[in-house]
Structures are given as structure tokens and as C-alpha cells.
């Protein structure tokens, strides 16, 4: 299929389309629809939810367009949130591999940074990138780019570089606690971009596109301990989110994981806000309770 077969449509040409295909405009009327699609999200993103939804004979069953802006904005405030986990993980990461440098007898500070440079050179070079082009860390770069000391490089490390890092002293060290917490950084890093990049999580929950036919072990043991099934754990978000909230708990203080688990509750507020639209989608409401789990996850027994 060419360009000329998906020409550029205008916003009433759009909602033509999708009354085609079976959407209604009943809660939300058309010309509220135009105004949504012209100035608070864009039609590629807010009709992707439709697939989450049913169809027969290539028309979509009991979908509203204002089912799709209400899953826009459910997944938005989740996103929101996970990224504030996400940031949370990765500080606290920092701040354990370099107590662990620190406490090491055996490293200097500079040593290990030669090391990963010659093990990872991109990993290295996008850090000191990353240090070169923000205008706000211009100082440090100007008096450390040179010769860094590993506190300065895992200041400034992105998600990435910082998992190769840890992977990389881990092993040198043989040692026990990070390589658990490796496992676990590979796949919940895959959250953390998905929020960074404003991808949406709330679609093709459960279904084949996203099916792991042999999710990571110690990922369905860390399940297990949340009360999640093994046969959930194959969903790849599923998957992903346990390795996420695994390092929450492992990593963040019992007074931020309260506030976590506060927060959680206002999003779970959000997605049962409106019942009545999703009383049909068994995978949205599957997903709802797993969410309950994984933030029941975060508060000491």
C-alpha cells in the first residue's frame, strides 16, 4: 500500500472514517471530536487504542470516540507515573554502584572507568556526549571530560550506559546483588523509554504481538512473590512491569514506596473511572488487578 492509498485527511474526513469503521460519536460529538484531534492529541495516537476493542465485518463493536480519548488520557496519567518510578530506580541505582565503589578498597575511581571504556566504548562515549551537550552540565564536562572519575560518569549516565555499567563491575566482582539487579535492569528499562518517549502501554494488552513463549525465570519468580501467575508473566508490559516494581522495592526507601503506593492508587482511581465503557474488555480489567498486585507489592508485609 502506497501513499496515494492514505492520503492526508482533513479532521472531518477523519471522523468520516472512523464512523466507517464503526465508531460513534455519541458521548462525544463530532465537533467536540474535531476540536480533541486539533489541540489536545493527534489522531495516529488517540484512534491506536481502537485496538483494543472488538470488531465484526471490519467494524468496530460498542466503541465511542470518547472511549479512545478516555484510554489517551488513563494512559497518560499512567505514564506520569511510571516515570517518576522509573526516575526514583534509576537514582537510587546511582547511588548504590557508587557506595559500592566506595566501600571497594580495591578501586580508585579512575581504574574502573579506563576499564568500561575499553569494554564498552559507545556506552562510554554517549556518557560523555550526553555531558558535553547539556548546556546546564557544560561546567562539569569543561573540568572532567578528560579523565572522569566513575562519580562524575555515573552522574550524568543515561538509563542505558548505567545498565551496561553495573552488568560490566558485577561481573568483574562476581557480585551477587547486582547481577540480580541486572536481570532485572534489561527489562525494566523497556518501561522507562516506553514512558520517556510517551509510547502507549494501555494497548495489545495480552495478546499475540506481545507474547513472551519463555519469560525470564527469575522475572516469574519475582511474579510469584506479588502474586501474579506465571502464564500472565508471558505479556511482554506484564513481564516488564514486575522487573520495574521488583527494583522499586529492592532499591527505594519504605517511606517513598508508601508514597508510591499512594500515588498507584490515584492511577488505579483513573482507570476504573468509567466502567460502563470497558464492562466487554476482559485484558484491560485483567490488567487493572495486576496493577492492584504490583502496587500491593510495594508495601511492607
Do not use: C
Not at 93 to 114: C, F, H, M, P, W
Not at 135 to 158: C, G, Q, T
Not at 173 to 201: C, D, G
Amino acid at each position: 500500500m502506497g501513499r496515494e492509498d492514505k492520503p492526508k485527511k482533513s479532521y472531518l474526513e477523519l471522523i468520516d472514517h472512523m464512523k466507517d469503521k464503526g465508531i460513534t460519536f455519541n458521548i462525544m460529538s463530532e465537533e467536540d471530536a474535531e476540536l480533541f484531534l486539533s489541540s489536545k492529541n493527534y489522531y495516529f495516537k488517540s484512534t491506536s487504542y481502537r485496538s483494543n476493542f472488538p470488531k465484526l465485518n471490519d467494524k468496530y463493536l460498542n466503541l465511542d470516540f470518547a472511549y479512545l480519548v478516555d484510554f489517551s488520557a488513563m494512559d497518560a496519567n499512567l505514564r506520569r507515573y511510571l516515570s517518576d518510578i522509573t526516575l526514583g530506580v534509576e537514582h537510587a541505582l546511582k547511588v548504590r554502584i557508587l557506595n559500592i565503589i566506595q566501600n571497594n578498597a580495591s578501586e580508585d575511581g579512575y581504574t574502573i572507568v579506563d576499564e568500561f571504556k575499553q569494554k564498552h566504548p559507545k556506552a562510554y562515549q554517549t556518557t560523555l556526549d550526553y555531558l558535553a551537550n547539556n548546556r546546564y552540565s557544560l561546567d562539569l564536562f569543561n573540568k572532567h571530560h578528560d579523565d572522569p572519575a566513575i562519580w562524575v560518569l555515573v552522574e550524568v549516565m543515561p538509563f542505558g550506559p548505567l545498565s551496561q555499567f553495573i552488568e560490566f563491575y558485577g561481573f568483574k566482582y562476581n557480585h551477587r546483588e547486582l547481577k540480580n539487579i541486572v536481570r532485572n535492569m534489561k527489562f525494566a528499562k523497556n518501561i522507562r523509554n516506553a514512558v520517556a518517549h510517551s509510547n502507549p502501554l494501555l494497548l495489545n494488552l495480552f495478546s499475540e504481538k506481545e507474547y513472551i513463549p519463555h519469560p525470564t525465570q527469575a522475572i516469574v519468580h519475582e511474579a510469584s512473590n506479588m502474586d501474579i501467575s506465571s502464564d500472565l508473566v508471558s505479556d511482554m508490559k506484564i513481564h516488564d512491569l514486575v522487573a520495574l516494581f521488583h527494583l522499586n522495592k529492592l532499591l527505594i526507601s519504605k517511606e517513598a514506596r508508601k508514597h508510591n503506593y499512594d500515588d498507584g492508587q490515584a492511577v488505579i482511581a483513573r482507570l476504573s473511572k468509567h466502567p460502563d465503557y470497558y464492562m466487554t474488555l476482559a485484558p484491560f480489567k485483567q490488567f487493572i488487578s495486576i496493577f492492584n498486585k504490583l502496587l500491593d507489592y510495594q508495601r511492607d508485609n
